[in-house]
Structures are given as C-alpha cells and as structure tokens.
C-alpha cells in the first residue's frame, strides 16, 4: 500500500472515529455517573461495560496499528465483568485511553 493511501486511509478513519466519540460522548453525558453500572435488564451490559469494551478494543486495534493483532496484554472478558474499582472515574479513564489510541496520529 502507498504511503499517501494509508495517510489517507488513516487520517479518514480517525475523523469518522471522532465523529462517533463527539456522538457517544454526548449521549453519556446525559447519563449520571452511578447510572453506568446499572444493567436495563438482568444479564445486560452495563453502559459502563461497554465503555470498558469500547476503549480496550480502541487501545488494543490502534495502538501500534499494522504493526501488532491488538490482543496482547488484553483481557477482553473482563471488560464484561464487574470489578471491585469500577467506578464512573475509571469507566471514562479505559474510554478516554482508548479513544486517545484511536485518533492519536
């Protein structure tokens, strides 16, 4: 692949990946922080899982991007399961982290 075609590529996929964070970021701010631990329904992610997810998916496919496969160093079932330091503070921490690996470039 060219150089010029991947710095396109690239500078493309993270301007629609801002696009959606700027969207995300605007529907979780309606959402009061303890109210991302909640599950609407009983074996349901929580919003705060998802943010989990999100960001370890977003740092672990960009950080490094073509240069490794993402999963190493990451636990990706327990982005689905409750853990002892979860909180609002840490739920946006793996996002912000995540995003910032994304559209880092």
Known sequence: MSSDVSDYYLREVRHRFSLEK????????????????????????TLGM??????????????????????AGRDRDAEFEHAADDSPE????????GWSAALAG
């Open 22 to 45: 700027q969207l995300a970021d605007r529907a979780l701010a309606q959402v009061a922080g303890p109210a991302l631990s909640t599950a609407l329904s009983g074996d349901a992610n």
């Open 50 to 71: 998802l943010m989990k997810h999100v960001g370890g998916n977003r740092r672990a496919r960009w950080t490094d991007v073509f240069a490794n496969d993402g999963e």
């Open 90 to 97: 840490t739920f946006r921490r793996v996002w912000e982290e």
